[in-house]
């Protein structure tokens, strides 16, 4: 039975390695940029391998929200024929809920510009606590109005776009080292602006860059060329967005904690699908699973572009789950908490660098980590942007918050698989991109070989 929402779980323990192939659900990355890009372009379009979670149903209630509309085919919620937004007709007073959805709060604003409505932009109580400014910010250097309540700089929701069709657009200037949904956001409505955009990163770092690559790449099979004329600069020419029927790639970054199951029981796990070629950032498990002793194979399926990944954790020779420590190990942004769980039962050190924008995602991530793990018995060295592990952890049993974060949920779900009796508060937070978990994971430890993730 799934577990209610606040509901306290008993995460499974694994008294023996795991065995399975786990068939995972579509990219909710993906999944959002796509049903933007559909909701904007001239002509209508089919969509299929949809990730069905809160983070992509609130994305297409918005967009429909804002006119455009989604049937499902044969009524597969995953395969959606999708009629874009007629930007003059949608008028009047217009709300739209982003729950805690980072790319909902953060791309809507953009698309509702267009509009000539005005767009009341809200979302859970936690959401006001992620940050918007540098997005806000270039939406208004190019031309679009945006207010808030009691906020003369508007930097975080509730807010309100007031649309007058297409903005201007030109040359705007922010620094993305928040999040890289910052540059993503205004790449998809680049095109749409009457002068296009020419977008400048002033910041000394940028998070997520697979995630700016995944962009790009899903606007050029739009009709959209984006030229990057030097580092941290995009330029994006106005024109017609012509998106074409798609299919949406497994989520490779929800792989994640499946692949690290196998890693810290010594099992093996195979995850099908798996593209040879992908901008998503969940591929780098790839080479990042073998830095704590595990083997990474690769079998392609001949005459397709995906194969078979399948990840083997090493064992004594009495049996023992052996991880070694990774060593540092940076840019990681959403990959960090399932990796922070593996170093939390590995033998030796492992740093985390770079993540310091991971404060501003469903939550502050980094403190969320360090208290866990204190509740585990264990401390971990927290800076700005990293994370150190000393490794060799004597853990005691917690229950872990999930802070309403999907990812922290996940993280208190491997721990589990090794530390008995461990619980976590609210798992029901993994609906946002995995809304089967705990059932998935459950058949995952008692031994069942082919799951539905």
Same mark, same amino acid.
């Given at each position: ?12 323990? #694994? ?35 949809? !990730?069905?979670?809160? %983070? ?6 918005? =967009? ?52 000539? #409505?005005? *767009?009341?932009?809200?979302? %859970? ?6 940050? $918007? ?14 207010? /808030? ?9 509730? !807010? ?25 956001? =205004?790449?998809?409505?680049? /095109? ?21 690559? $995944? ?32 299919? *949406? ?44 002793? #595990? ?13 078979? !990944? ?11 789950? *052996? ?40 939550? %502050?991530? =980094?403190? /969320? ?8 018995? /264990? ?45 976590? #508060? %609210? ?16 058949? =995952? ?9």
């Amino acid at each position: 039975m799934t577990p209610a929402p606040g509901e306290e779980w008993a995460a499974p323990f #694994a008294s023996a390695p795991v065995s399975a192939t786990v068939a995972l659900p579509g990219s909710k990355s993906l999944t959002n940029r796509h049903l933007v890009l559909a909701a904007l372009s001239e002509t209508p379009s089919r969509l299929t391998g949809v !990730l069905v979670s809160r %983070d992509t149903d609130l994305m297409v209630a918005a =967009l429909t929200a804002l006119g455009a509309s989604f049937t499902r085919v044969n009524d597969d919620p995953t395969v959606l024929d999708i009629t874009p937004i007629k930007h003059a007709d949608t008028t009047g007073n217009i709300t739209v809920d982003s729950g805690l959805a980072g790319t909902v709060m953060r791309f809507i604003p953009g698309v509702a510009a267009s509009t000539h #409505a005005t *767009v009341l932009v809200d979302g %859970d109580e936690q959401s006001y606590a992620r940050p $918007m400014g540098p997005v806000i910010d270039g939406l208004i250097q190019a031309g679009v109005k945006i207010t /808030a309540e009691q906020q003369s700089k508007v930097t975080h929701l509730p !807010l309100t776009v007031h649309g007058a069709g297409a903005p201007v657009g030109g040359t705007v200037s922010i620094d993305a080292g928040g999040s890289s949904q910052f540059i993503s956001a =205004l790449l998809l409505i680049g /095109a749409t602006c009457t002068d296009g955009l020419d977008i400048r990163h002033t910041g000394k770092h940028t998070p997520s860059p697979e995630h700016i690559a $995944m962009t790009i790449a899903l606007l050029a099979e739009a009709g959209v060329s984006v030229t990057t004329p030097e580092p941290d600069r995009w330029v994006v020419p106005p024109g017609a967005i012509t998106a074409g029927d798609s299919a *949406v790639e497994p989520d490779l970054s929800n792989a994640g904690p499946y692949l690290a199951a196998a890693v810290v029981t010594g099992g093996r796990v195979t995850v099908p699908y798996w593209p040879m070629e992908t901008t998503q950032i969940g591929d780098r498990w790839r080479t990042l699973l073998a830095r704590f002793g #595990a083997e990474v194979t690769f079998e392609p399926v001949s005459g397709t572009n995906y194969g078979d !990944l399948t990840v083997t954790g090493a064992l004594t020779a009495a049996g023992q789950p *052996v991880i070694t420590g990774g060593g540092e190990i940076s840019d990681l942004a959403e990959l960090a908490p399932t990796t922070a769980a593996i170093a939390m039962l590995a033998e030796g050190p492992t740093r985390l660098t770079n993540i310091g924008h991971l404060r501003g995602h469903e939550t %502050d991530r =980094l403190s /969320a980590l360090t208290t866990e793990a204190k509740k585990l018995g /264990a401390t971990v060295e927290e800076g700005d942007d990293y994370l150190a592990f000393a490794g060799s952890y004597q853990l005691q049993p917690a229950v872990i918050d999930s802070y309403a974060d999907h990812r922290m949920a996940t993280y208190g779900a491997i721990i589990g698989l090794r530390v008995n009796n461990t619980s976590i #508060a %609210d798992v029901a937070t993994t609906a946002k991109t995995m809304p089967d978990f705990p059932l998935a994971w459950t058949q =995952l430890v008692s031994g069942k070989r082919q799951i539905r993730a």
